[in-house]
């Protein structure tokens, strides 16, 4: 009872504080409070107009009334050497967030143009997951040096990131977390909150730990609010918690906090020494930057190379893959050359070989778009391919009819013979019945092989399914030659 008496107490002694000096929450409340505006070209131009006049006074207020994001916006719209002029307005809490929302070039543009101990101040003041993410994007020497000028806690937490592959738990894991032990109170577990809340920020939950280090739960804050200060963190806290190990890929954990509707994920080392946390913010990162790389891939590109290189090296990465699809489209040249006796007797064959290409490529794309998408959420299995590819046939199937029938009553219409338009029906049905079928496998197929499905679903399925589609119409249309041409 007393400890329930010292406990409300604590609240009242808060709320009176509030209600003392409410002008005082008002003021800070108010200050702490930017500007919602829209990057547009007249703002553009009128910061432009204010760097070429070197009004470092209106510049810096109209700055302090901008959210980080919005000034980063403002950044990416102007030249290397007008960002890096109002960067360097930007105090160093401001810089700090501004710095990592910006694109890469400008970014680049600024390791150079700043000093290795503005870099150093402004990464000490990052998590350390974002320090890491810059540091390791720096030219070695800068990198080097800004280390040598972080203090000794924020270098040995970005040495220690730097050792992780990037795209694992590890990699874009923080090392900002607060553990309490599960024989700690509530009063020494909200302590604990206070005297962390300065360093860490959005402190969702309180992991346990035991005596090695080890997670054994996790404590949300609300729980310490309902509890009386002498009840054990052992006694409140959930024993079942999700947790990756350092090694995990970051789709893998994408696909955890999905599943699981995560706010914060314990990162562990094998042996399950807790060592960080991620996130959500952190994964809707790693999603975007997932779906850009798979969306490149399916072009046959590179999700970075608009940002990180020239255009002879965009255009050397390139040329392989057009090149490849360019062999794999003379094969449609050389069937249709065995075909040409066919094609003299039945020109209007010619005229719906583009058609059944064009419908039955796109069709094999899109089931491999589905499924690669199915496969990248997790909700697709190459263990469960059967059930995948029976789903996927069945929509294809329905098209496939749809199609062909239109496509016969035109080929009719325009032969001014039925027996043409069955065939050109007939062709178009097995030619996407076809491509969905090589859709669909196909990613699996890559997926159980240790491939990255989205570069199947490229080019490559495309233009091997023309050739497919072409196959299949010419063979059926020589194989009923006597049939289509009376």
Not at 90 to 108: F, K, N, P, W, Y
Not at 442 to 467: C, H, N, W, Y
Request: charged share 20%; proline share 3%; net charge negative.
């Amino acid at each position: 009872m007393a400890d329930e008496e010292n406990f409300t107490e604590t609240n009242f002694q808060s709320e009176q504080a509030f209600q003392e000096e409410p002008e005082a929450f008002e003021k800070n409340e108010v200050l702490a409070s930017p500007t919602l505006v829209e990057v547009d070209d007249e703002l553009i131009t009128e910061f432009r107009e204010l760097i070429q006049l070197h009004s470092v006074s209106v510049l810096t207020n109209l700055l302090l009334d901008l959210y980080p994001a919005d000034i980063a916006h403002l950044i990416n719209r102007l030249n290397n050497d007008e960002a890096g002029y109002l960067f360097n307005l930007l105090d160093a809490d401001a810089g700090s967030q501004v710095i990592t929302m910006i694109d890469e070039t400008h970014r680049t543009s600024l390791y150079e143009l700043l000093g290795r101990n503005r870099l150093s101040s402004l990464i000490n003041k990052l998590d350390s997951d974002d320090a890491t993410d810059l540091v390791s994007e720096m030219p070695a020497l800068i990198a080097e040096q800004v280390l040598e000028g972080l203090d000794k806690p924020s270098q040995s937490e970005v040495q220690e990131l730097l050792q992780y592959d990037p795209s694992t738990a590890g990699g874009i894991m923080a090392k900002e977390f607060l553990a309490v032990q599960a024989n700690d109170t509530v009063h020494r577990a909200i302590q604990a909150v206070r005297k962390a809340a300065k360093t860490v920020k959005d402190i969702f939950l309180l992991f346990v730990v035991d005596e090695s280090g080890k997670i054994v739960g996790e404590v949300q804050i609300k729980d310490l609010l309902l509890h009386t200060p002498n009840r054990r963190i052992r006694n409140i806290m959930n024993r079942d918690v999700i947790t990756a190990n350092v090694f995990l890929d970051q789709e893998e954990v994408a696909r955890l906090f999905k599943k699981y509707d995560l706010v914060v994920l314990p990162v562990v080392r094998l042996d399950g020494t807790l060592v960080g946390k991620i996130t959500v913010d952190d994964v809707v990162d790693v999603m975007e930057e997932e779906a850009s790389e798979d969306m490149y891939r399916m072009v046959g590109s590179d999700a970075s190379e608009i940002e990180k290189k020239s255009p002879f090296d965009v255009a050397k990465m390139r040329i392989p893959w057009l090149l490849a699809s360019m062999g794999l489209s003379l094969c449609s040249g050389i069937i249709i050359s065995f075909f040409n006796e066919t094609l003299t007797r039945v020109i209007l064959l010619a005229s719906f070989m583009p058609v059944i290409s064009a419908i039955s490529g796109n069709t094999g794309l899109q089931a491999a778009v589905i499924i690669t998408r199915g496969l990248a959420l997790g909700y697709i299995s190459p263990s469960q391919w059967r059930k995948a590819w029976w789903k996927e046939m069945r929509t294809v199937g329905l098209m496939a009819i749809v199609c062909a029938i239109v496509l016969g009553f035109v080929a009719s219409l325009w032969s001014k013979h039925l027996s043409f338009g069955v065939v050109v029906g007939s062709s178009m049905f097995l030619s996407m019945s076809t491509a969905g079928t090589m859709g669909t496998l196909m990613p699996l197929l890559s997926k159980r092989l240790g491939f990255d499905p989205a570069i199947t679903a490229g080019p490559f399925e495309t233009t091997f399914q023309d050739v497919i589609g072409i196959s299949i119409f010419l063979g059926l249309s020589t194989y009923l030659l006597s049939w289509i041409s009376s």
